[in-house]
């Protein structure tokens, strides 16, 4: 699956930079891993990162950052802390931000539990002992992970996001760790690109899905990302179909982030993007074709009940071939799968062809 989600009772330093290492991530109590994500109605695909800290410096552009925010503010590197004064600038922040947020920040590290498996520090910045800035990260054996930052909009020049980022990374390469995990980020919604000012594109490494290995930035193909693939594969469907004159609708799966949430247990479709077939005669998809990214295959499926299927069986109008696809429809859910795509659309042609029989009155499914 594409999105998962794991609540660990405990979780040791090298049981994180494991699952640090096969892009998973905090969430909550939680880590969890995902492959694509909906923003203002749209479909992506996240990208984990990670800096390789050894050998690692700050260019001269990041020394600046540093340098001015050091100069003028305290700063502590500490483990968490969470109280009051963290909470009251969290809401600040929350006015400012674009995009939903945890209603607290015990609520977001701790999400209802009462203990912390994890083990978080903290990167906190004061102006003559105001709180204008923190973030948390957590320590693995080896790795650590930039979970959350939060920061006063009144100096939101200094960059201060960025700069409790970069006094993560000086805390893991000065206590000697390899690796320092910032999250995701996501092609095409820029949201996220400050990430990758952390380094150079030969620098910061991304996580290949397909390969489960991770490769510098500077080789980052976005045409291999999850969503981009989806698209192109179900084009190529839709162009088949549109020259058989088979209505269709490419439609996102909504309940397919549902198992990150703790909504559904399983999934019908292995994919967040899908064709509705037939659109012209179900309103609500009955028929869909998707493309399975874990096996590389193309997908033709039906979520039709079999005894409405088995109406198929009572009219004897039915010929030889409309009856022997009807049993076929009755006995298998998923009626076609291939590498290409071209068996998939044969037997869409095939169930077209016997709904023609269904429009010209002869039954009524």
């Given at each position: 699956?594409?999105?998962?989600k794991?609540?660990?009772?405990s979780?040791?330093?090298e049981?994180?930079?494991?699952?640090?290492?096969?892009?998973?991530?905090r969430?909550?109590?939680?880590v969890?891993?995902?492959?694509?994500l909906?923003?203002?109605?749209?479909?992506?695909?996240?990208?984990w990162?990670?800096?390789?800290?050894?050998?690692?410096?700050f260019?001269?552009?990041?020394?600046?950052?540093k340098?001015r925010?050091?100069?003028?503010?305290?700063?502590?590197?500490?483990?968490?802390?969470?109280?009051?004064?963290?909470?009251?600038?969290f809401q600040?922040?929350?006015?400012?931000?674009?995009?939903?947020?945890?209603?607290?920040?015990?609520?977001?590290?701790?999400?209802?539990?009462?203990?912390?498996?994890?083990?978080?520090?903290?990167?906190?910045?004061?102006?003559?002992?105001?709180?204008?800035?923190?973030?948390?990260?957590?320590?693995?054996?080896?790795?650590?992970?930039?979970?959350?930052?939060?920061?006063?909009?009144?100096?939101?020049?200094?960059?201060?996001?960025?700069?409790?980022?970069?006094?993560?990374?000086?805390?893991?390469?000065?206590?000697?760790?390899?690796?320092?995990?910032?999250?995701?980020?996501?092609?095409?919604?820029?949201?996220?690109?400050?990430?990758?000012?952390?380094?150079?594109?030969?620098?910061?490494?991304?996580?290949?899905?397909?390969?489960?290995?991770?490769?510098?930035?500077?080789?980052?193909?976005?045409?291999?990302?999850?969503?981009?693939?989806?698209?192109?594969?179900?084009?190529?469907?839709?162009?088949?179909?549109?020259?058989?004159?088979?209505?269709?609708?490419?439609?996102?799966?909504?309940?397919?982030?549902?198992?990150?949430?703790?909504?559904?247990?399983?999934?019908?479709?292995q994919?967040?993007?899908?064709?509705?077939?037939?659109?012209?005669?179900?309103l609500?998809?009955?028929?869909?074709?998707?493309?399975?990214?874990k096996?590389?295959?193309?997908?033709?499926?039906?979520?039709?009940?079999?005894?409405v299927?088995?109406?198929?069986?009572?009219?004897?109008?039915?010929?030889?071939?409309?009856?022997?696809?009807?049993?076929?429809?009755?006995?298998?859910?998923?009626?076609?799968?291939?590498?290409?795509?071209?068996?998939?659309?044969?037997?869409?042609?095939?169930?077209?062809?016997?709904?023609?029989?269904?429009?010209?009155?002869?039954?009524?499914?």
């Amino acid at each position: 699956m594409f999105t998962e989600k794991h609540l660990p009772e405990s979780l040791s330093g090298e049981e994180l930079d494991v699952f640090l290492e096969y892009g998973w991530y905090r969430m909550g109590q939680t880590v969890f891993t995902c492959h694509f994500l909906f923003f203002e109605d749209n479909l992506y695909s996240p990208v984990w990162l990670r800096l390789p800290l050894e050998g690692y410096r700050f260019r001269k552009s990041l020394r600046k950052i540093k340098r001015r925010v050091e100069e003028r503010f305290e700063v502590k590197v500490r483990p968490a802390i969470i109280d009051e004064e963290k909470e009251l600038l969290f809401q600040h922040f929350k006015k400012h931000f674009k995009g939903k947020l945890y209603g607290s920040i015990n609520e977001a590290l701790f999400d209802g539990h009462e203990r912390n498996v994890f083990n978080t520090w903290e990167v906190a910045v004061f102006d003559r002992g105001r709180l204008i800035a923190f973030s948390f990260f957590d320590l693995g054996h080896l790795s650590l992970a930039s979970i959350k930052a939060v920061y006063e909009h009144d100096y939101r020049n200094f960059s201060l996001g960025i700069y409790t980022m970069l006094r993560e990374i000086q805390f893991g390469w000065e206590k000697g760790f390899d690796y320092y995990y910032p999250g995701y980020f996501v092609p095409g919604y820029s949201r996220f690109d400050y990430k990758l000012r952390i380094g150079k594109p030969e620098e910061v490494e991304f996580y290949d899905l397909k390969t489960s290995t991770w490769h510098p930035y500077s080789s980052f193909d976005p045409e291999r990302i999850p969503v981009r693939v989806l698209n192109l594969k179900l084009f190529r469907v839709g162009f088949a179909l549109s020259g058989l004159r088979i209505p269709f609708q490419m439609l996102y799966y909504p309940a397919f982030e549902s198992s990150l949430f703790g909504t559904a247990e399983e999934q019908f479709l292995q994919s967040p993007l899908f064709l509705h077939i037939f659109s012209d005669h179900y309103l609500n998809p009955r028929f869909v074709v998707y493309y399975d990214l874990k096996k590389d295959v193309f997908v033709f499926s039906h979520s039709l009940h079999r005894e409405v299927l088995e109406k198929f069986l009572t009219d004897l109008n039915l010929t030889d071939a409309e009856k022997k696809l009807t049993e076929y429809l009755i006995n298998n859910t998923v009626l076609a799968e291939d590498v290409t795509e071209i068996p998939v659309v044969n037997m869409v042609k095939r169930v077209a062809n016997l709904l023609k029989s269904v429009r010209r009155g002869r039954l009524n499914v």
